[in-house]
């Protein structure tokens, strides 16, 4: 099993970032897939979920409304749409497979 994070970086507050996470060596339209974060100092907190073919997702309080998750079945690939960033989002994003695997992680950075 390989899930591997993309579309991290540094970005101002208000801006937007598309980050991606690459699935492989499972079935992963069988599995309900998932983002988390990490801040420094903070343990991870679950972000967003989606159903097996995005019939259903599910958002923690601070990212409604601003952040949209997405699967891709064909391209074996998760989503997560981030807009009006705010400098809390800053963190370790990470992709969570149903199958109880992680990714690697990728770095968002909001900062003026």
């Known amino acids: 099993v390989q899930l591997v994070e993309s579309g991290g970086g540094l970005v101002q507050p208000g801006g937007s970032l598309r980050l991606s996470c690459a699935a492989s060596?499972?079935?992963?339209?069988?599995?309900?897939m998932s983002w988390y974060r990490q801040a420094p100092g903070k343990e991870r907190e679950l972000v967003a979920t989606?159903?097996?073919?995005?019939?259903?997702?599910n958002y923690a309080d601070p990212v409604k409304g601003r952040f949209t998750i997405s699967r891709d079945n064909a391209k074996n690939t998760l989503y997560l749409q981030m807009n009006s960033l705010k400098p809390e989002d800053t963190a370790v994003y990470y992709c969570y497979s149903g199958s109880g695997d992680w990714g690697q992680g990728t770095q968002v950075t909001v900062s003026s």
């Open positions: 989606i159903t097996q073919f995005g019939v259903s997702t």
């Open positions: 060596g499972f079935t992963f339209s069988g599995y309900i």
